[in-house]
């Protein structure tokens, strides 16, 4: 039997905890790229995600084995639990923007977009949006193990293997920001956005229940028998869409802290001022935003792992996708304009396609 209460403050409580392990496990301090809004100093950052999901699944683990949780109790919980996620974002997100001073342009656009650009709580110990990264990309995995669980308990006797791929890709994806957290210091997220409605509520209730969409879709439905081709196919679009963004954010990153050292054994080609550099070569050679490529592509292999292709609810988080990286893609091509001027307008001309080689 479900109880509203616990369910509304289930993730409230797995955020707590998640703060709680982020401030006390061993972390290495690494250099960001995003500066000090007064002081101007580049900022310094305490990373320990890995060591962080390693403790949170390993407890929610325990208490499965142990039977002080049911399995599926996240499952079970599944609307309260959203709907408490969804009113901590909006608490957390009205005090983050109404304690910051004002930006002039309206408060219903710094609700929305936010008003601190970097905060770093705990005497610097702890950087709110990597914490919001990690508490939304954990609280997500939590889900899909519970959902899964409750797929594997309704139908022992014949569970769907596309449900089990699902789980191993979604789970590689957060893994792998987890292990590459220092790289992603380096994105657009970590340089240019605030703190509002739009980055706080987003990792506190749209990413840890909205991601794995397709999953709370099927998750009751029983195993669709889905082909063999099928399943080789999404696990190849979703590799093929890793490659892609992580590769992309790889050498970015490599580029940011070396202009000159070479990526996979290819030396740097740029376009310059004689003041800054853009890199042109490589993965960013293809076209100005292939890593927005590679996500759309992992979502894609995500909704055919599960085997119902012709439901709608599977195919709502690549949506998301595209809905969200287009009008980013302009926002960050008007941000570039105005920052490098015509050096950006003879980027354009060199690579020419905005996220889509050869067709976009």
Not at 30 to 37: F, L, S
Not at 61 to 86: C, E, I, K, N
Not at 95 to 116: E, F, S, W
Not at 142 to 167: C, E, K, R
């Amino acid at each position: 039997m479900t109880d509203p209460l616990a369910g509304f403050f289930a993730p409230w409580g797995v955020f707590a905890g998640i703060l709680v392990l982020h401030l006390v496990l061993p972390a290495r301090r690494v250099t960001g790229y995003a500066r000090d809004e007064r002081s101007g100093d580049v900022l310094r950052y305490r990373l320990n995600g890995p060591r962080v999901f390693l403790f949170t699944v390993g407890l929610w683990f325990a208490a499965g084995t142990s039977g002080v949780m049911p399995w599926d109790w996240l499952w079970q919980h599944r609307w309260s639990g959203a709907v408490g996620a969804l009113t901590l974002g909006l608490v957390v997100s009205a005090a983050v923007v109404v304690t910051a001073p004002a930006t002039g342009k309206g408060l219903l656009r710094d609700l929305y977009l936010g008003r601190r650009v970097n905060p770093q709580p705990f005497g610097g110990h702890a950087d709110a949006k990597m914490f919001l990264y990690l508490a939304g990309a954990l609280l997500l995995e939590l889900n899909l193990l519970s959902f899964a669980a409750h797929h594997l308990l309704t139908w022992p006797d014949d569970p769907s293997p596309g449900i089990v791929l699902y789980v191993v890709l979604f789970t590689w994806f957060v893994c792998d920001y987890l292990v590459f957290e220092r790289v992603h210091l380096y994105t657009y997220d970590f340089v240019a956005e605030r703190l509002g409605f739009k980055l706080v509520w987003g990792c506190l209730c749209w990413y840890p229940y909205f991601y794995g969409v397709g999953l709370w879709s099927v998750a009751d439905l029983p195993n669709p028998q889905t082909p063999g081709w099928l399943l080789v196919l999404a696990a190849a679009l979703f590799f093929a869409g890793w490659t892609l963004s992580r590769g992309s954010n790889l050498q970015k990153f490599a580029f940011k802290r070396n202009p000159e050292r070479a990526f996979l054994g290819l030396r740097p080609r740029t376009l310059g001022d004689g003041e800054r550099r853009l890199l042109v070569s490589g993965f960013w050679g293809l076209s100005r935003h292939v890593n927005y490529l590679g996500e759309i592509l992992m979502a894609t292999g995500l909704a055919l792992a599960l085997g119902w292709p012709w439901m709608l609810g599977p195919w709502l988080y690549p949506l998301y996708y595209v809905a969200l990286l287009l009008p980013r893609e302009r926002d960050d091509d008007r941000r570039c304009a105005a920052k490098y001027g015509p050096l950006w307008e003879e980027y354009r001309e060199r690579v020419r396609w905005r996220i889509v080689p050869w067709v976009y």
